[in-house]
């Protein structure tokens, strides 16, 4: 009559011996314990978009993608250095994260739940937008100046099929006028045939910086959406270790790391995060 209760107890011993068993093994398998047995991380980026990836005189690449890479190896291995990129096209960011061939991509990669179903998508390192570059003597100084204007203003803007319904987002009564390339919607503001061009924000305070005292910017942006890294599915505990990384240079540690790379490509000097009740509960 004894037996009923330790035979129950034999089980749910074996299946706490199996439970634990399995989460060891799942734990040997992340791809955390894999990179650092290996002893580099490989980061999936580009090279041809400045701020982010681009390839310097050097042959080496820069920007902020890049440098968020090297946080992330200091934290795995207090060695910035230890990284290795792959440079990718924009649509190869999902599949090579998929074949193993990268172990993140960090690639201006704009955060949907579409994606989100593919891959899993780190901690957001930048919310990106649409901002306006005009000349620094411009006689608009504030979107207000803009609108106020009217159809008088022409805005440049990259030839796609929703160019104009995003201007017209911030500046309903703007003329917008379309380009080819980057490069002549910059020379349209120039030569002064466009008032302003509109175009990444980041792109914007990458200008700003490059050429400084030619440009300004509205204090205003508009048509957010949110920069992250994405990683494999499935893997806990490496996507836990990035976004703990990642957090800790946002708010914590590593924080002069992040911000003198935000200071180097955008021009903008962040506040440090402040000391007490953590920003991010309030």
Not at 132 to 151: F, N, Q, T, V
Not at 169 to 179: E, I, M, T, W
Request: charged share 20%; with cysteine; proline share 5%.
């Amino acid at each position: 009559m004894h037996r009923g209760p330790s035979f129950l107890k034999a089980c749910a011993f074996a299946l706490a011996a199996t439970a634990t068993l399995v989460t060891s093994v799942q734990a040997a398998d992340s791809k955390l314990d894999t990179v650092l047995k290996r002893g580099t991380l490989v980061v999936g980026t580009g090279s041809t978009n400045a701020p982010w990836h681009f390839q310097g005189v050097d042959g080496k690449l820069h920007g902020f993608d890049i440098d968020i890479g090297h946080i992330i190896a200091k934290g795995l291995f207090n060695d910035p250095s230890k990284v290795e990129y792959v440079v990718q096209s924009s649509d190869a960011r999902i599949p090579n994260l998929l074949t193993d061939k990268v172990d993140i991509t960090c690639q201006f990669i704009t955060v949907t739940a579409s994606r989100a179903q593919q891959v899993a998508f780190t901690l957001p390192y930048y919310r990106e937008g649409v901002g306006l570059l005009l000349p620094e003597a411009s006689k608009y100084k504030e979107i207000d100046d803009l609108k106020a204007a009217g159809s008088s203003v022409t805005v440049a803007v990259l030839q796609n099929v929703y160019a104009e319904e995003l201007v017209h987002q911030a500046l309903p009564q703007a003329k917008v006028d379309q380009y080819d390339s980057v490069d002549l919607m910059y020379q349209a503001v120039n030569s002064g045939r466009a008032d302003a061009a509109a175009t990444d924000q980041s792109s914007v305070k990458y200008l700003m910086v490059q050429n400084p005292g030619r440009y300004r910017s509205p204090a205003y942006a508009w048509s957010p959406q949110t920069y992250a890294c994405a990683v494999k599915r499935g893997d806990q505990d490496w996507l836990n270790f990035v976004n703990t990384t990642l957090h800790e240079a946002m708010t914590g540690v590593e924080f002069p790391m992040y911000a003198a790379s935000f200071k180097q490509w955008f021009g903008v000097d962040l506040p440090t995060p402040a000391i007490g009740f953590p920003m991010e509960f309030k």
